[in-house]
């Protein structure tokens, strides 16, 4: 069964400062890993996209990396900001088999950045 | 580029009533569209894809009477729910999918917060 699992649950940390945020899977077949940003009460928005050729993307103060062999990503902050506060959702996509293009949604980590 | 909108953004409705959600896609045309519900604190799960011009595909344990989905156009696909219940109350999501793309990218809407008295 594809599973995506995310860790923290939930972060709490101060203005300023990084986190990252853990993201495993064992969606097969790979086709690529996207990190998503959500606003409480509003929809996904897009922050990366990876393929598996692809080991890290930037967007702006996000990166993101990827590990194909370990099944593994991360989402990097840098000088956390409080407007990211907000729950981040991996979301893995298999060639064929499911719903949504395959998609495989993780439960997300609620960020919570403190002045 | 690439938005999507719903309409409403919430909605409250008596019991027993049906409400209808829009899903647009105003700056491409999405073939498919795909309609997702929310609990609080809880991922989006995926309850039907929406084809434009063929019936949806609903997942398990999903009501395909209860929840009517249409996708009359490239750029518009409607979610009804019929006769609501309190349990229907949730924070529902469409997402469209822009296939000119390569990564068959899906972009979401802002999600529609409807409560159900």
């Known amino acids: 069964k594809n599973q995506v699992e995310q860790s923290p649950q939930s972060l709490i940390i101060l203005e300023g400062k990084n986190c990252t945020l853990q993201?495993?899977?064992?969606?097969?077949?790979?086709?690529?890993l996207r990190w998503y940003k959500q606003d409480t009460g509003r929809g996904p928005v897009s922050l990366t996209i990876m393929t598996f050729s692809e080991n890290t993307k930037s967007n702006g103060r996000y990166t993101a990396t990827l590990d194909a062999d370990t099944k593994q990503s991360s989402l990097h902050i840098t000088a956390s900001q409080l407007s990211d506060s907000a729950s981040y959702i991996c979301v893995v996509s298999a060639y064929s088999g499911g719903g949504a293009d395959g998609l495989t949604f993780g439960k997300g980590t609620h960020l919570i950045i403190q002045p | 580029g690439a938005v999507v909108s719903q309409h409403p953004s919430w909605v409250i409705c008596k019991s027993g009533t049906s409400v209808k959600i829009e899903c647009r896609s105003l700056?491409?045309?999405?073939?498919?569209m795909f309609w997702y519900r929310q609990f609080p604190k809880q991922s989006l799960m995926l309850m039907a894809t929406?084809?434009?011009?063929?019936?949806?595909?609903?997942e398990q344990g999903v009501e395909k009477d209860k929840f009517l989905i249409n996708h009359a156009s490239l750029t518009l696909s409607t979610l009804t729910v019929t006769s609501a219940h309190p349990e229907d109350s949730s924070f529902y999501i469409c997402s469209a999918r822009d296939g000119s793309l390569a990564a068959n990218e899906q972009f979401f809407g802002p999600g529609t917060r409807l409560t159900v008295l």
């Open positions: 929406s084809n434009e011009g063929s019936k949806a595909t609903y």
């Open positions: 700056d491409f045309q999405a073939t498919t």
């Open positions: 993201c495993n899977y064992t969606v097969s077949p790979f086709s690529n």
